[in-house]
């Protein structure tokens, strides 16, 4: 039987699931978009600007056109005549970064204050189709190749479950309890309850105990590869590297185990979702519009 040092070299500690870079993008735009809510909250509580002012009446208009433009993404994506114009992981980019900034230019345009029913009437049908497409990019993710990636299907998830299933086999002998829990997760993930309340109880609940089962094996593994460190006098370095390697085997199952489970639940809560997302971008349209007739007409 291989002992943990042939079966988790030090060479082996891979990428994690979730790449720091992907991680350090979303945070510093969330940082990037706190920071200007915060500098524009200052500057309208100083009175530096007010929404009918050139400064705050010009955002209001940059930031309409570029929620205007948000609509060429889909008739990009459902027109055959525009296919020319780019492939649609650009369209896509386009469109996020427009829901991003449009929405953040008309609150700071708004200078944190509502004037008029019209106008909280727009802020809010903008509110709903910002909040919408955050879900919308979350549920986009779970079924798709990357974030601008082909559709995923479930033969191609389930596949993958296979392919880490016989890793964490082949390479876990050493542990049994460890490679019994983890068998025991992936099989109860796969496992199709009856009823809507089941299914959505092991819906919300698959990540949790996804959590759980990784903190488990980890605080076992420990204790294992402890004695071994022990016996060969390993130092905490060449420890530390192994169990890093061992604990990314193990979440990379888990997390293919809990995205096969919920995949087909994320394809029907997105085409669900699309029948949603349409009427709130059309009502935001007509809001817009109606704000701005009544803004220069009043």
């Not at 309850?193 to 990784?214: E, K, V």
Request: one cysteine or more; a positive charge; proline letters at 4%.
């Amino acid at each position: 039987m291989n002992h943990p040092a042939q079966i988790f070299p030090i060479q082996d500690v891979t990428e994690p699931v979730t790449p720091a870079a992907t991680k350090s993008g979303a945070m510093t735009i969330l940082v990037s978009i706190a920071l200007v809510l915060a500098i524009s909250m200052f500057a309208a509580h100083k009175k530096y600007y007010t929404p009918g002012d050139d400064f705050g009446y010009y955002l209001g208009i940059v930031g309409g056109v570029m929620m205007l433009l948000l609509l060429l993404y889909p008739l990009r994506k459902h027109f055959r005549l525009l296919r020319p114009l780019g492939a649609i992981s650009r369209w896509f980019r386009l469109h996020m970064i427009l829901g991003i900034t449009g929405p953040l230019l008309i609150i700071v345009h708004s200078a944190w204050g509502i004037g008029s029913i019209n106008a909280a009437v727009a802020i809010a049908c903008m509110l709903l189709v910002a909040g919408s497409g955050v879900v919308g990019r979350f549920m986009y993710a779970r079924i798709h190749h990357g974030l601008y990636g082909r559709k995923a299907t479930l033969q191609e998830m389930q596949q993958d479950l296979g392919i880490h299933t016989t890793e964490v086999r082949s390479k876990f002998h050493f542990a049994p309890t460890v490679d019994a829990r983890l068998r025991a997760f992936g099989e109860m993930s796969q496992q199709h309850p009856n009823g809507f309340l089941a299914i959505s109880w092991q819906f919300m609940t698959l990540g949790l105990r996804a959590r759980y089962t990784r903190a488990v094996c980890r605080r076992e593994l420990r204790k294992i590869l402890g004695k071994h460190a022990v016996r060969r006098q390993w130092d905490r370095a060449k420890l530390r590297h192994r169990l890093a390697s061992a604990d990314n085997m193990i979440q990379r199952y888990l997390v293919t185990a809990r995205h096969a489970a919920q995949f087909t639940t994320y394809v029907r809560l997105f085409s669900l979702w699309h029948i949603l997302h349409v009427p709130f971008v059309f009502m935001l349209v007509i809001s817009g519009v109606v704000h701005v007739i009544a803004v220069h007409m009043y």
